[in-house]
């Protein structure tokens, strides 16, 4: 699919993004947990994600659309990691039974709720966890797991933790139970990984049935599954 100009202008937009983002990443690496730059990042960037998110990503909500019109089962239950505040996770909750989001900003996760709130959901619920350390779920717990422009990712903060956070993901999904990936393309900004990248840490994990597609030559979903 040919890019637009305004396409071409965003992929330069989201790419100086995700060079200032690897700035940040690599001295949050080198700071006690108390000064955490990425979490305040996040916490003061979640007073205007909202708004700028459509900006930065053109076609931001009708990608996440696509993503669950064709991932998410009806009935499910579904975890969204570095759910943000919320977008990925109030669209699945559309067709799952029961949708929980994930995040390490308290800023994000504060907006998110407020947003529940108002819209009176009932099968949608946010809770802190930082995707670096262990879920805090038993095995076989979710039939999706979703993350959105998040993990696993190129940036040092995540880097080496690429392939614990797939392998807890694996372990919290039931059988035949999917992951599904939104990100961004690795060719436009390097803070994403490569289709072949993506391949390995999967099949490495253990995933298989391992799906790769481009939308708008901009973004790519990553479907995988676990036999």
């Not at 708004?51 to 499910?76: G, W």
């Not at 802190?128 to 422009?149: C, K, L």
């Not at 040092?156 to 990100?183: C, D, H, M, T, W």
């Amino acid at each position: 699919m040919i890019c637009t100009k305004h396409d071409l202008e965003m992929s330069y937009f989201q790419m100086m993004r995700g060079k200032i983002l690897l700035k940040l990443y690599t001295y949050n690496v080198r700071l006690p947990v108390s000064q955490r730059i990425a979490n305040w990042y996040h916490d003061i960037f979640s007073k205007f994600y909202d708004h700028f998110a459509p900006f930065e990503v053109p076609k931001y909500y009708e990608i996440i659309d696509m993503l669950v019109d064709e991932y998410i089962t009806k009935d499910s239950k579904v975890l969204d990691i570095c759910c943000g505040t919320g977008n990925i996770t109030f669209a699945a909750a559309r067709k799952a039974k029961e949708v929980i989001g994930l995040d390490a900003s308290n800023g994000m996760l504060s907006k998110a709720r407020n947003k529940a709130q108002r819209k009176a959901l009932t099968n949608v619920r946010f809770i802190y966890g930082d995707v670096r350390e262990r879920f805090n779920f038993t095995g076989g717990s979710f039939d999706i797991v979703t993350a959105g422009f998040s993990v696993p990712t190129n940036v040092p903060l995540f880097q080496g933790k690429n392939k614990n956070i797939v392998a807890e993901v694996y372990r919290i999904l039931k059988s035949n139970g999917s992951l599904i990936l939104l990100e961004g393309l690795h060719e436009i900004t390097d803070i994403y990984l490569s289709k072949e990248q993506y391949d390995d840490l999967l099949t490495e994990t253990g995933f298989d049935d391992i799906e790769m597609k481009t939308i708008n030559d901009l973004y790519g979903i990553v479907c995988a599954k676990k036999s």
